[in-house]
């Protein structure tokens, strides 16, 4: 998830908040936002996450020419499953699910504004699971910096990979 | 638009409902927005065939940002300073979700004032969906 240049640009706040179905005029009208006390379009609580648009190497977004995991002629594009790749991120591949996310603000994120996605080294650790089998977890820290260096969100993600397919009870 | 703590007290709680029938393509707005493609959100061939789900669901993250509106709405913009979650159900389309913020803490550190909060998203069947804290600078 590191990412050199994440643009966070207005048309891109718009999109995201009218996504999360959040109609706060602080998000989508600068005539508004000027008047308010950040003085300027911010971004949502959770925008950071959509820094994915901007990782050339992001697994969960289709690439030309090559095999996609989703259906098509068939249920999927691909011979076999994928294999989760430990994400907590974006929540990882099939068989990764996102179990936490947590975000520490520094201050607020304006339109404008360019970060860089630091990414801390990650953990991991099991644990036996009482329906499906071991659980793997991983958990990846990013630093949203600004390119000067200027830390702006803190953000921890928590990915879990079961061994096997969980009982539906 | 901000909040003083004098106007905050211990066990103030605000309910929401931030989402009624939350519909497919809502979940297809977000992935577009967020850039999470993952099939298991938005295609219902590959969700029920390969990964063995009766349907397509939410991302986690979509509800984060719902239940998030409910915090932002009350403490007002650029004023969250900790939003962390933990994803404790799936979401399917159809779902109806409630969030429901308590002020549990209010303190001063450093001379600025701190809210602390709970925050639990439950469904249609009062089941958390989302649980978590948050912490917001007051005036």
């Known amino acids: ?169 | 638009m901000s909040l003083r703590a004098s106007e905050l007290k211990v066990g103030d709680s605000r309910e929401v409902v931030i989402v009624d029938d939350l519909s497919r393509t809502q979940i297809v707005m977000y992935a577009g927005a967020s850039g999470d493609y993952n099939p298991l959100h938005t295609d219902d061939k590959f969700t029920q065939e390969i990964a063995g789900y009766p349907s397509v669901f939410a991302h986690g993250m979509l509800s984060m940002g719902m239940t998030g509106r409910v915090l932002t709405d009350w403490v007002g913009d650029g004023r969250l300073t900790k939003y962390g979650v933990r994803f404790t159900k799936q979401v399917f389309p159809g779902a109806t979700l409630t969030t429901t913020a308590t002020v549990e803490a209010i303190r001063n550190e450093g001379g600025v004032n701190y809210a602390d909060f709970t925050v639990v998203t439950k469904d249609q069947d009062g089941d958390p969906v989302v649980t978590g804290t948050a912490t917001a600078r007051l005036d």
């Open chain 1, 1 to 169: 998830m590191a990412v050199d240049r994440f643009p966070v640009e207005a048309s891109h706040i718009l999109m995201f908040a009218r996504s999360i179905g959040d109609t706060n005029p602080i998000y989508a009208d600068e005539e508004y936002a000027r008047k308010t006390e950040v003085g300027a379009i911010i971004a949502p609580p959770t925008f950071v996450q959509a820094s994915a648009q901007f990782d050339d190497e992001y697994p969960l977004r289709p690439v030309p020419g090559k095999p996609w995991f989703g259906s098509g002629k068939e249920a999927t594009g691909l011979k076999k499953d994928p294999k989760g790749d430990g994400g907590g991120g974006g929540g990882g591949n099939g068989g990764v699910l996102h179990a936490e996310q947590h975000y520490e603000y520094h201050r607020p994120l304006r339109a404008g504004e360019v970060l860089k996605a630091v990414p801390l080294p990650p953990k991991s650790w099991e644990k036996e699971g009482r329906r499906g089998g071991k659980l793997h977890f991983t958990e990846n820290t990013i630093e949203y910096r600004t390119l000067d260096g200027e830390l702006v969100v803190t953000a921890r993600g928590v990915g879990v990979r079961t061994e096997k397919v969980v009982e539906q009870k």
